[in-house]
């Protein structure tokens, strides 16, 4: 069985993107929206992060023995616990989501964790950079704090620029590095040349040069998205 990432019981038999709904929650078992927890538009109305927020504040459908919480879910904005079941969490709010994502126990090697950590966090900034829709929402949860920065700063937090002696196989595959470097270029060229400070984000949308970010992070995270993501634990 395949743990919702809504509710955290295991609900849907085989591999993820069924499209099938969860019977406690009712969530729909889409792969995009599993993979971009902010990502509105798909199968479901809300996306996984509102939904994990609306099914602890309205609660669910009852549950039966044949309903079984896997014991290591947690929602977005908890790191380590599982939301017990009793009265809604007042702390529930989008603004404080901490990411989260079922990891498939088979995506990846088994290599040093800070770099498998290092490698979903690349992709959790490709997430960001290739959609304008998560970078709307990032900046409505976050009023005051920039995203257009964050879109355009996050990138160097991960990928210094000595990457290429610490990314190494098979943690990152030949095709991602390939991918890296392509994608660095076209961050470097829209970095060096952005002005300070950034415009508003519906402004940038408007810019080439925000579209060939988003364009070139969408190629990179479809690279990416061929292997999944890496178990952390």
Known sequence: MYTCPCCGYAAFAG???SLAACPVCDWHDDLPQLYSPFLASGA????LAEAQVRYVQFGHSATGAEHVRDPHWFPLWQQKADIPDGPPLESATTYDLYYWLRTPRTSVPEQPVG???VR???MEYLELASSFDAQRQLQAAAPAMSAADE???QWEDWVTPDWKQHFTEPVFSAEERNGIAQFARVWSEIAEGA????PRL???F????WQSLQRAAARLLAIFLQRGRSDES
């Open 44 to 47: 479901n109305v809300h996306s």
């Open 202 to 204: 519906e402004a940038l």
């Open 206 to 209: 408007a810019t080439p040069n």
């Open 15 to 17: 591999a993820p993107g």
């Open 151 to 153: 879109v355009l700063n």
């Open 120 to 122: 979903n966090r690349i």
């Open 115 to 117: 770099l498998r950590r």
């Open 195 to 198: 002005p300070h400070p950034l």
